[in-house]
């Protein structure tokens, strides 16, 4: 990872590791549909009223901010993406799950049903679209699944699979069901695997990650 200069407009394209998957494949699953848009690098403390030389340098700090080149781990990118919410909005949408750190015995099962708070009013928290929820490394989970969202989109992303590498798997729902691995030549000669699990929500934007922790089960 190093950094962009900053005086010149520059476009730096890369595919991440989950699209050199897709790619890989050649069966049609690599497909570039949408976009978003993030400011992951950018600090706003920085913006400056008080600038002595006026309105015109407040953003002068931020404006002069580094930015990152484009880097190929998709769990590392984009975590805050830019959204649209209605005019007068106080407060930011945040997800709720329950837990800081998620963690589960070899085998052991667990259902989420992610909530967004701030969005739809206090009787309303579960977004119409779902949730995505992306696991960092697909392989410490024997089963990975959302459901409740029945649209061809989260049909197709939650029958994907993938094979044999430390890459992210991504599913949709309303409901994320989890089962830890039972492999234990996975665990090495540790005792844990640990990755992330990073929910987003569909409508609201709002983002969330979450530790998860594995735990070999010796007997």
């Not at 640990?194 to 089960?217: C, E, F, M, Q, W």
Request: proline share 4%; net charge negative; aromatic share 6%.
């Amino acid at each position: 990872m190093g950094y962009l200069n900053n005086t010149t407009v520059t476009v730096d394209a890369i595919l991440t590791k989950k699209g050199r998957e897709l790619l890989a494949r050649n069966d049609g699953s690599f497909r570039i549909t949408q976009f978003s848009l993030a400011d992951d690098e950018v600090d706003y403390t920085l913006y400056n009223p008080d600038h002595p030389s006026g309105s015109a340098f407040y953003g002068e700090a931020i404006e002069n901010m580094p930015i990152l080149e484009a880097f190929p781990d998709e769990t590392q990118v984009m975590k805050y993406k830019l959204l649209t919410l209605p005019r007068g909005t106080a407060k930011l949408p945040v997800l709720e799950v329950g837990y800081t750190t998620i963690s589960l015995n070899q085998g052991a099962s667990l259902s989420i049903t992610p909530q967004t708070l701030n969005y739809l009013g206090a009787n309303t928290t579960f977004e119409s679209s779902g949730y995505t929820a992306t696991i960092g490394d697909s392989r410490v989970l024997s089963t990975f699944e959302g459901t409740g969202i029945n649209t061809t989109d989260a049909a197709t992303l939650n029958s994907t699979s993938t094979v044999g590498t430390n890459v992210s798997r991504t599913v949709i729902g309303t409901t994320i069901n989890l089962t830890a691995t039972t492999v234990n030549t996975l665990f090495g000669t540790s005792n844990t695997l640990n990755t992330t699990l990073t929910l987003t929500g569909r409508d609201s934007g709002a983002r969330l990650t979450v530790p998860l922790n594995i735990t070999k089960v010796t007997t």
